[in-house]
């Protein structure tokens, strides 16, 4: 694959994981972690950026993105995938995209409600785009993200440039825990979810590039997920020092979008906050592209259904959940997101370490179905769904669960002690050899 191809396809990928969720997540982090913001950054990347640079690797490595839940029983692998597609996809993660995309580009410009029409024109758009599978790279690696690219990095140079103010103290969370905070804010993120899902385009984009054979796709996969890391660590740090920076105009802010709206307000005016609605709707739409190619991707390969039909259904069913509101979509489909986020890095770290296929299906069946006990507690906890008397137990006996991260331990363990006993059997199975006689 050319070094071209590469760059677009590094780009494209870039583009499809810098949805709105992820521009205006790091400015609120950055404002509460102030001068404890480079600590809380690096806990933030290694979460935000390396889960789902790890996960891109490994599907580059198994060479098609369905190798990954090879090992599983049929039936568990097809629900995961048709859950994690609808999750992403129409279910939530596009809608999403949508109605933030609006909220954010178009609600502060507009006197009226304007959803609706904007909501048909935007999956229009994103439907017409994913039509052109062949020129997906043209139309976002070469198009779209360097537009893309260019405007944040207007906004970023004038935030180091010309700060509003300096950084303040850190929240109480911050003070002594600014690592931790920022690991587990970038777990939150989820993108380690949306890699899966995404490894569905960028492994058959790269396969359509030229890189067919096992080796040439890895290392494609590898340069590709380079540059993506590269740019969103840059995206990430650049938003969060933005927020750090904000106080003067956003100190009492809630949430990311408003940092951001204040913070360009303050220092391009109207200019600033069209500048902000361009961001954000092309980082909706190209994330919006990406997440119906992959679903109709996936629907195509597995049940043989007519890439355009799927497409076209994916789009429709996004415009629809987009115009019932954002807050009814998170109450249906978050639970679902947040017990598929740990089950879908268990799938990735036990691919690792052992080749995904039938002859090792103990290992894996027994890594995500640990994960998924101990993943929906922590579901439970994100949720607020834990009794009380139960807190303090929980707290102080289970690893990790104030990270809402307390399937890890769990998953790893299971891991080790399966890896290992399947390494025993194969010993005992091995036949000795005989002595021959003197």
């Not at 992403?88 to 507009?110: H, K, L, Q, S």
């Not at 009814?328 to 036990?350: D, N």
């Not at 363990?413 to 091995?430: E, H, M, Y």
Request: aromatic share 10%; charged share 5%.
């Amino acid at each position: 694959m050319t070094k071209q191809n590469t760059l677009a396809i590094g780009l494209m990928t870039f583009a499809m994981f810098l949805g709105a969720g992820n521009i205006i997540f790091p400015p609120f982090l950055g404002l509460q972690a102030g001068t404890q913001y480079f600590p809380a950054m690096l806990g933030f990347l290694v979460t935000a950026v390396g889960l789902p640079a790890l996960t891109l690797i490994v599907m580059g490595r198994l060479s098609h993105s369905q190798q990954l839940t090879a090992a599983l029983p049929k039936p568990m692998a097809t629900g995961f995938w048709v859950l994690l597609f609808t999750a992403i996809g129409p279910a939530f993660g596009m809608p999403r995209a949508v109605t933030v995309a609006y909220e954010m580009g178009i609600a502060p410009f507009a006197s009226n409600d304007l959803l609706l029409p904007f909501s048909l024109v935007f999956v229009t758009v994103t439907l017409l785009l994913a039509f052109q599978r062949g020129k997906l790279v043209d139309y976002i690696g070469k198009v779209m993200t360097p537009l893309l690219v260019l405007l944040l990095a207007v906004l970023a140079i004038s935030a180091v440039v010309s700060p509003i103010s300096p950084m303040t103290l850190p929240s109480a969370a911050y003070q002594h825990q600014a690592v931790t905070q920022g690991l587990i804010q970038g777990y939150m993120t989820m993108d380690a979810i949306a890699a899966v899902g995404f490894g569905w385009v960028i492994i058959k984009t790269i396969q359509d590039k030229g890189a067919t054979s096992t080796n040439g796709l890895f290392t494609s996969t590898v340069k590709v997920t380079l540059i993506y890391a590269a740019l969103m660590s840059a995206c990430y740090l650049a938003m969060a020092y933005v927020g750090a920076t904000s106080s003067a105009v956003a100190s009492d802010a809630t949430n990311g979008g408003e940092i951001l709206t204040r913070y360009v307000a303050n220092l391009f005016g109207l200019q600033g906050q069209l500048l902000l609605a361009i961001i954000i709707v092309m980082a909706c739409l190209t994330t919006t592209i990406g997440l119906t190619n992959a679903c109709a991707e996936y629907y195509q390969q597995t049940f043989n259904a007519p890439f355009s039909i799927t497409a076209t259904i994916v789009c429709a069913l996004t415009g629809l959940l987009a115009n019932f509101g954002l807050d009814q979509i998170l109450q249906i489909s978050l639970p679902v997101i947040l017990v598929l986020c740990p089950v879908a890095i268990a799938l990735v770290i036990t691919a690792l370490v052992v080749k995904p296929a039938s002859s090792q299906r103990a290992i894996f069946v027994a890594a995500v179905s640990v994960t998924l006990v101990f993943g929906s507690i922590d579901t439970l906890h994100i949720l607020g769904l834990i009794p009380a008397q139960w807190e303090s137990t929980l707290t102080d006996f289970l690893p990790l669960y104030a990270a809402h991260a307390s399937w890890l331990l769990p998953c790893l363990t299971t891991l080790l002690f399966s890896f290992l006993a399947n390494v025993s059997l194969g010993n005992r199975s091995k036949p000795v050899a005989s002595t021959p006689a003197k």
